[in-house]
């Protein structure tokens, strides 16, 4: 058991509930087993990837994914499988063509990836590339009424990092004991005293770069370059134009923004730079998809088989929807795999779970939680005035997986210090697997924040970070090769195990205390 | 000084021989002071790269560096610099347009990059995947009839590796020092007792991909897609079709080869074997370019002012032909960089060396040291019979770099132990900067060994690795970005040193005896 900064009498009571909590290490033995000798979990991530395609929300590539995985939960005599709408998203988009090339001064090919939701090119087209070089609007109005038709981009003056660091790490027993040792703040932390002289900046370039962008927009520019910094050695970063301001409820493209190897784009900008008039041709066509604008998530049941416990639920979910540059492998195929293979592992196991278990594949989770907090809506209650229904009080514990490929470390508590003692003894069997830590911290950026927006303990596991931030996440390579296939296994097993556990002890899971109202801003 | 283990007269010899060498502290701290504050490397490494393109033997690209080289060299007002043909070598060839990509199960942009002296398709080619998966010549006869107008690819059965290792490297100081402690083996190796088993099976591996290009090509594919396994990440490693048989001097293009992706080849692989129909357009055009068969080093000088040393030389070299995936900027766009930058120091500072200074911009060194050793038979001696010419009494030695972007650590000797003693107090003035380690290695691959060939002793530097064998040789990403303008800088004035300590000293560097004549197998 962990050491935690908490009072005699807390520690006490923590222990004795851990000193109750039971696990049926034979049925853990045999989930194991099934998770690792008969495991499906890869075959899944493929039908999920390299089968399905990209998956951004609403698009075909999606809808194939989410009736794979109703077909195969059908199979396995998974109940209720189906898709579930959660309310209005608009339309999906993909991607029919996409060519890009210098061809002056020399012919180069330019690794590009077009942004999602944004137009086509009229077929193949010609233009000269104009850099934006300013230090404010004022000096921005040069450029007016010379940008039509043209390739734009924004002037660079950052330099390629090399990597003197490895893009695939695992975590140390040394940072798994700081996570471990975390401890809630006693007192709140207020806003800072005094301005924030970085934000100030960072804020003043956001506005510049807006007004740019309503230039390049208004003028009628043939296209928009841009790199992100995690774009290099071939790996684009690509999702939507920045900024947000796609407008995919109503089916309205923004002007062409693509995203360029950090390394082109600069070449391009070096060679205008230096007086060198560089010209480009681009054939890009895209559309957006669907006629029906309503989201829908992909939802299953095994119901639970105990007379007074089956109306309570343990909720598995992972998004699964991605973003377009590749096939979202390990954001977030990876979650998904692993949550449909629990589904499969209690249904090859015949296990009999006193609460229901439900999983649920989120869509629009990366234009913003959308599907998760659509249905926390339609069945759970209001994240803002956080009225509830009856749902509430059934949903024992939500576990999401949406941190990649990496194998399981350990448990992220979002601050629930009740539940330390009782996944200490559900985390036991699986210490030799490298998973043992627990720590109090939060994490965001997920659907599991839709869950305790209305009080349900939701939760991530902590995952080793294999290539996720420095090359997968949101990029051109995030595709299957890129899964751990053991890692992924092993995440299957330890997920397995909680849910069953959640669904066999005596009491729901213990809560945090309810958020309060959301004080809305306007 | 180092520990070399040999007998103790000859060290006392050695000895004295470091005692004699004087170094000119005053004109090596010029040396520093202008490569350092007034350096122009990063400014010639630009024009090299992005600003001539790529630079495969013969092309348009090879020849905008040749003459950008030649136009700055005639300014800083070194002579005689200009073209030198050294041979027959045939034509250059280049891209003109390149577009791949995957139509069915959905649209899917391929990463590729045709391979040099490959055919063009016809226009805008579609296209089905056929994937060949034989383990013998016999069950390759099942695909005949079979490939024409396909795209080919051969089942592959590896697996991705996740990178636990920096792309990024330095040699450490353990490292430098294993290599500063490796001996001359006393009893020359021998052939191995008994065959290899893994040569015999590398063999008829080979043999069996040789049949299947046969066919590929008799059979009039579309299309050959290969990965090697250096293309990952978005890198992609791509030079000449494998197996070195394109024919570039006869103007005869191969069928083409392209080469992909390894996450895109795979997951191409894996649809087929699943047996879902994959579909591809591809639109590649590419040319033969120029008249002129003849291929040409680019020279200059650097006329000895020593009215009885003159006609002796010290020569500084790197190849500037480049393969045409990205613009060379390691490989080696840096060697020539830093080898211009060491004439332009020269002239800056109106050294006056009492030898002559030829500086080498090779060709031809991707298809096998063609530039230099043609140089060589011009005006050196035959590389087989070791029939020399009075040249080769008269070039004191050759420095070479040719490692990639990485500052300099030290000097690999190439067995030639009697210049251990001077090297090392030439090194003296650069200990701080890293570079002190000497090592009786040799290393191989490059244009100092068209000098070793005939005697004159041939040197190349230990660089440090930075991204050459992970990122950056022979790939789509060897790009100006790659370069660490600080290590060029540093290259430039320790290879600046050597030449003037060379141009400079009393006699010719020591060499090694004249190898013997090469015995031709037929």
Redesign the interface.
């Known amino acids: 058991m962990r050491k935690l900064l908490l009072s005699a009498s807390l520690l006490l009571s923590l222990s004795a509930l851990a000193q109750e909590e039971k696990v049926d290490q034979e049925i853990i033995n045999k989930i194991i087993k099934e998770g690792t000798t008969n495991s499906q979990v890869m075959n899944i991530a493929?039908h999920l990837t390299?089968?399905s395609?990209?998956r951004l929300t609403n698009s075909?590539?999606y809808y194939?994914a989410a009736d794979y995985a109703i077909a195969e939960m059908k199979k396995w005599g998974v109940s209720k499988a189906g898709l579930d709408a959660w309310g209005e998203f608009g339309q999906g988009w993909?991607?029919?063509?996409?060519?890009v090339?210098m061809t002056a001064?020399?012919?180069?090919?330019i690794?590009a990836?077009p942004k999602t939701w944004t137009q086509s090119t009229k077929g193949l087209q010609k233009a000269e590339v104009v850099v934006i070089n300013v230090k404010d609007s004022t000096e921005l109005l040069q450029y007016k009424g010379k940008l039509a038709g043209k390739v734009v981009l924004v002037n660079r003056t950052d330099?390629?990092k090399?990597?003197?660091?490895?893009?695939?790490?695992?975590y140390t027993e040394d940072e798994l004991q700081k996570m471990a040792a975390y401890q809630i703040p006693t007192q709140p932390q207020g806003p800072r005293q005094g301005g924030n002289p970085n934000m100030a900046r960072f804020g003043a370039a956001q506005r510049l770069n807006t007004l740019i962008k309503e230039l390049i927009t208004s003028e009628g520019a043939a296209a928009f370059l841009t790199a992100s910094t995690a774009s290099h050695?071939?790996?684009?970063f690509v999702q939507n134009p920045a900024g947000n301001r796609v407008d995919f409820v109503n089916g309205k493209p923004s002007v062409l923004e693509i995203a360029v190897?950090?390394?082109d784009l600069?070449?391009i900008n070096?060679?205008v730079n230096?007086g060198?008039p560089v010209s480009m041709e681009l054939?890009v066509q895209s559309e957006f998809t669907g006629k029906d604008v309503k989201g829908y998530n992909v939802i299953g049941e095994i119901k639970g088989t105990d007379p007074k416990l089956k109306d309570e639920v343990v909720m598995i979910g992972a998004h699964l929807d991605s973003w377009h540059g590749?096939?979202g492998a390990t954001d977030n195929a990876a979650g998904c795999a692993v949550m449909l293979e629990v589904m499969r592992i209690f249904k090859a196991l015949n296990l009999q779970p006193k609460r229901t278990i439900r999983i649920a594949l989120w869509s629009g989770e990366e234009q913003g939680l959308l599907g998760s907090r659509g249905w926390i809506k339609n069945y759970v209650g209001d994240r803002v005035t956080k009225e509830i229904k009856p749902e509430q009080g059934k949903i024992s514990a939500y576990y999401n997986i949406d941190n990649g490929t990496g194998k399981i470390r350990g448990v992220y508590l979002e601050g629930n210090a009740a539940v330390q003692p009782i996944f200490s003894k559900w985390l036991e069997p699986f210490k030799e697997m490298g998973a043992s830590t627990l720590t109090l911290q939060n994490t965001g950026g997920t659907d599991h924040i839709s869950f305790n927006e209305l009080g349900i303990p939701g939760f991530q596991f902590i995952q080793d970070e294999?290539?996720y931030d420095t090359?997968t996440h949101h990029t051109?390579?995030d595709?299957?090769?890129?899964l751990?296939a053991d890692d992924l296994k092993q995440m299957a097993v330890i997920v397995a195990s909680f849910v069953y556990n959640t669904a066999m002890r005596d009491g729901l899971l213990p809560r945090k205390e309810m958020p309060k109202p959301v004080q809305t801003q306007r």
Chains 1, 2 share one sequence.
Do not use: N, W
């Not at 050695?233 to 684009?236: A, C, F, M, Q, R």
């Open positions: 493929f390299d089968v395609g990209p075909p590539g194939r993909q991607l029919k063509k996409s060519y090339a001064p020399y012919y180069k090919p690794l990836y330099e390629y090399h990597s003197f660091k490895p893009d695939a790490t695992r050695d071939g790996t684009i190897a950090y390394e600069k070449t070096r060679l230096m060198t054939d590749a096939t294999i290539e090359r051109t390579m595709s299957y090769d890129h751990v």
